[in-house]
C-alpha cells in the first residue's frame, strides 16, 4: 500500500490525495482532463482511457461540481498551461455527485441568492468574506490591544432602543419581546458595570421596508462603548483609529488579491479623518451645493450625496465625520451640548458616500435621561427597570458607536449592493434560505 499525502491542489506534488470540486472536463477521443478545483486553487488531472478504463468511466459522467477524492501523483508536463504540472491518478472516489446548476453568470441577483451557496462558490465572492475576516480580526486586535473586554449580549429585549427605526416584535411566552435594533441598552450596562471598554459583534435587526443598496432587516454590528469620555471627540477619535486597524489588516493579507480579483485599491485611511459640523454642513449645502436644507433637518439621501461629494473632493479622503448633530434629529440617549442649545455630542461616520456609523457621547443622569425620553414621547417609566435604572448607582460619563459591518465590507469592496456584501441577505422580501 503506497502513501499518499493529503493535499490541497496549489501545493499538491509528488504522491497525494486531493479532496476537490470538478471545475470542468474536456472528454477527447483518447483522453480526459479534468480541473479540479478547491480553496486553493485548480489543478488538471490527466485520464488516458486505454490504461485507466475504470476511471475513464466515472470521468465520462461528471458534470461541473461534482465533489471526488482522488489519490495519484503530480507530475511535471511543460504542455500544461495550468501550472506546467497534472495530477495522474490512480483511484478516484466521488464522494458527491451534482445535479446541473441552476444559475449561471446571466442570473439575476434574487435568482442567485435562492441559490446563494453555489453563488459563493465563486473565488470572487470568496475573497468578500476572506477580507472581511481580516477586517474584524484586525478591528478586534485593536480592542484587545487597547483593553476592550468582548461581551455577548441578547439579541431580545424589553423596550425599542433606537426610537423611529422599525423593530421586530416576538411572542416571549405570554409576553411580548422585540429583537434589538442595537445593543445600545447592554453595552451601556456594561460601562455602569465598571467594565470601562467593551465591545460586541452582534446580529441586529431593523423592521424597515427599505430596499435600497444599504438597507437590510438583519445586520451585523460591530459595537464599541467605554467610559471617561468627555466629548463626542474622545469618541471619535477610538473609531477613526480602529478603523485604520481593520483596513490595515486587510490591506496587508489581501490588498494585491483584492486588486487582481476585484480591481478595487484597499486604501489605508491617514489620521485624523476629516470633520464637518451639522452647523457648516447646513452652509456647505446652500453655498456649494445649491440644496438648501433648514437648520434642525436630518440629511436626507440626495445631501448626503452631494456632501460626500462635495468632502472627498476637498479633504482627498474615502472617510468624514459629520458631529454635532441638532438634539432633534438624535435618540434620547444622546449628550445634548452644554455651549450650544438645541445641539448634540453626536456624530455620523462616512465612507466614500453612504453613512457607516453612529455614535455619540451619552447622557448618563438618571434625571436628565428621563426628561430627554419624555421629550420623545416615550413614558420614562417604561424604561426605568431596564435603563434608566443603570445609572442610578453611579455611572462613569461614557460613550459609543455602533459601526454597520456589512455596510463597511459593502463599500470597502465597492460592492454594489450590501445583499451581496452580506453570508446571506435579510431583507423585507427575503427570508429564504
Ligand atoms: P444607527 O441606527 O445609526 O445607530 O446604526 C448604526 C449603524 O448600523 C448600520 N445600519 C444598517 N445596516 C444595514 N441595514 C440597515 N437597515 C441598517 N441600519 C443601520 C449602519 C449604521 O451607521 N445605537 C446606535 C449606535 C451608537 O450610538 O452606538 C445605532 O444603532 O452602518
Redesign the pocket.
Given at each position: 500500500m503506497e502513501n499518499y499525502v493529503r493535499s490541497d491542489l496549489a501545493s499538491a506534488q509528488g504522491k497525494v490525495e486531493v479532496w476537490a470540486w470538478i471545475e470542468k472536463v474536456r472528454d477527447q477521443k483518447s483522453m480526459q482532463f479534468v480541473i479540479l478545483r478547491d480553496r486553493s486553487g485548480n489543478l488538471q488531472m490527466t485520464i488516458e482511457k486505454a490504461s485507466k478504463p475504470e476511471i475513464a468511466e466515472v470521468v465520462s459522467h461528471f458534470t461541473q461540481d461534482y465533489y471526488v477524492k482522488v489519490r495519484g501523483e503530480v507530475v511535471p508536463n511543460e504542455y500544461v498551461k495550468l501550472g506546467k504540472k497534472e495530477l495522474i491518478p490512480d483511484s478516484l472516489e466521488v464522494l458527491s455527485k451534482a445535479d446541473i446548476s441552476p444559475i449561471d453568470s446571466e442570473s439575476s441577483i434574487d435568482q442567485r441568492l435562492d441559490y446563494r451557496w453555489i453563488d459563493l462558490r465563486d473565488p470572487k465572492k470568496r475573497l468578500i468574506f476572506e477580507a472581511q475576516t481580516a477586517l474584524t480580526q484586525g478591528m478586534r486586535n485593536y480592542c484587545i490591544e487597547h483593553g476592550f473586554i468582548e461581551v455577548h449580549c441578547p439579541t431580545t429585549i424589553k423596550n425599542e432602543?433606537?426610537s423611529g427605526?422599525g423593530v421586530f416584535e416576538v411572542k416571549y411566552f405570554d409576553k411580548k419581546a422585540y429583537l434589538i435594533?442595537?445593543p445600545?441598552f447592554y453595552?451601556q450596562m456594561a460601562i455602569a458595570a465598571g467594565f470601562e471598554k467593551v465591545f460586541i459583534a452582534t446580529p441586529?435587526y431593523?423592521a424597515?421596508k427599505?430596499f435600497t443598496r444599504?438597507?437590510?432587516?438583519e445586520?451585523s454590528?460591530f459595537?464599541l462603548?467605554f467610559a471617561n469620555v468627555s466629548s463626542v471627540e474622545d469618541v471619535m477619535k477610538v473609531e477613526e483609529e480602529l478603523l485604520q486597524a481593520g483596513l490595515k489588516e486587510v490591506n496587508e493579507k489581501y490588498g494585491q488579491k483584492i486588486k487582481e480579483l476585484l480591481g478595487v485599491d484597499i486604501i489605508v485611511p491617514s489620521l485624523p479623518f476629516p470633520r464637518v459640523t451639522m452647523k457648516e454642513v447646513y452652509k456647505i449645502l446652500e453655498e456649494e451645493c445649491d440644496y438648501p436644507l433648514d437648520e434642525g433637518a436630518d440629511l436626507d439621501t440626495e445631501a448626503e450625496n452631494l456632501l460626500s461629494a462635495y468632502m472627498m473632493k476637498k479633504n482627498n479622503h474615502q472617510f468624514f465625520f459629520v458631529k454635532d448633530y441638532p438634539s432633534d434629529v438624535r435618540?434620547f440617549y444622546s449628550m445634548h451640548k452644554d455651549d450650544e442649545p438645541g445641539y448634540s455630542e453626536t456624530y455620523?461616520l462616512y465612507y466614500k458616500d453612504i453613512?457607516?456609523?453612529?455614535?455619540?457621547m451619552r447622557e448618563h443622569r438618571p434625571d436628565v435621561l428621563a426628561k430627554q425620553i419624555a421629550e420623545k414621547g416615550i413614558d420614562p417609566k417604561t424604561m426605568e427597570e431596564n435603563y434608566i435604572n443603570f445609572f442610578k448607582y453611579g455611572c462613569p460619563p461614557h460613550g459609543?458607536?455602533?459601526?454597520?459591518l456589512?455596510?463597511?465590507t459593502m463599500l470597502m469592496l465597492d460592492i454594489p449592493t450590501?445583499k451581496e456584501a452580506m453570508f446571506v441577505f435579510r431583507g423585507p422580501d427575503r427570508l429564504n434560505p
Open positions: 432602543s433606537e427605526s435594533q442595537s445600545q453595552k441586529i431593523r424597515e427599505s444599504k438597507h437590510a432587516t445586520f454590528g459595537d462603548e435618540p455620523d453613512e457607516i456609523t453612529s455614535g455619540a459609543g458607536f455602533g459601526l454597520g456589512d455596510r463597511l450590501i
